[in-house]
């Protein structure tokens, strides 16, 4: 079974600057896919970006970057340039063979960007 | 292109009364999942089809729910009876397959309240 961690419930990022959301993930399976989805206020879950276990280069979306670390089992989302619609909840979230490749996910955080 | 289509947006209803969540898929994909989303349990998966047919319902709680997706563009998530405890937000999502590197698309998710 797969297990996702997001450990910071809560942060604060001020206008334009840079914000790093934690994830670490722990499975057996050798490929897996990472994801990560934003859920605003108003309560829909957007689809962000998304890394494979064998990708060897960092996905990025604009502003959005994955940075993979696999020997730490990390996946950590990096949103640039802050803006105040960035502000909602985070998920990370995994696919993998061993859980039939159903979404797990991560509890959540939630980024606050101020003005 | 359009995502993935739920309706309804909001749902209020009186304990005991039969409620019906529709979802239509993007066009294309294969796989469709139902989710619940609460503050207490988080996003639980309910129920995945692949190929309109059913390969995992381990989620849904109860017989009172039932799924059906009776052709490639169109399903339905069924409460019968609805009881308070089924207030929730109920996502359905697609995605291209089974593939790991598949991400899931979120419709925008149904409101329901169970009075």
């Known amino acids: 079974a797969q297990k996702i961690t997001q450990t910071q419930p809560g942060m604060f990022v001020q206008e334009k600057e840079a914000v790093t959301l934690d994830c670490t993930y722990d499975?057996?399976?050798?490929?897996?896919?990472l994801f990560w989805y934003k859920q605003p206020s108003s309560g829909e879950m957007i689809f962000l970006i998304y890394?494979?276990?064998?990708?060897?280069q960092n996905a990025t979306e604009g502003r959005y970057s994955l940075n993979f670390q696999k020997a730490r089992k990390s996946a950590n989302l990096v949103i640039s340039a802050s803006q105040l619609g960035d502000s909602a909840m985070y998920f990370c979230?995994?696919?993998?063979?061993?859980?039939?490749?159903?979404?797990?996910f991560g509890a959540g955080t939630t980024v606050t960007v101020r003005a | 292109d359009a995502g993935v289509i739920q309706s309804p947006r909001h749902e209020v209803t009186e304990m005991g009364q039969e409620v019906t969540l529709r979802c239509k898929p993007i066009?294309?994909?294969?796989?469709l999942f139902w989710y619940r989303q609460t503050m207490m349990r988080g996003l639980e998966l309910l129920i995945y089809?692949?190929?309109?047919?059913?390969?995992?319902d381990s989620g849904m709680p109860e017989d009172r729910f039932s799924a059906k997706m009776p052709n490639a563009s169109f399903s339905t998530l069924k409460i019968q009876p609805s009881e308070p405890r089924d207030s929730a937000v109920y996502f359905c999502?697609?995605?291209?397959?089974?593939?790991?590197?598949?991400?899931?698309?979120f419709g925008d998710g149904t409101r329901l309240s169970i009075l």
């Open positions: 999502a697609s995605s291209l397959g089974q593939g790991f590197l598949q991400p899931q698309h």
């Open positions: 499975t057996s399976d050798q490929s897996y896919g």
């Open positions: 890394q494979g276990s064998y990708d060897e």
């Open positions: 979230a995994m696919r993998a063979p061993s859980n039939d490749y159903k979404l797990s």
């Open positions: 066009s294309g994909h294969n796989s």
């Open positions: 089809f692949n190929n309109n047919v059913p390969i995992d």
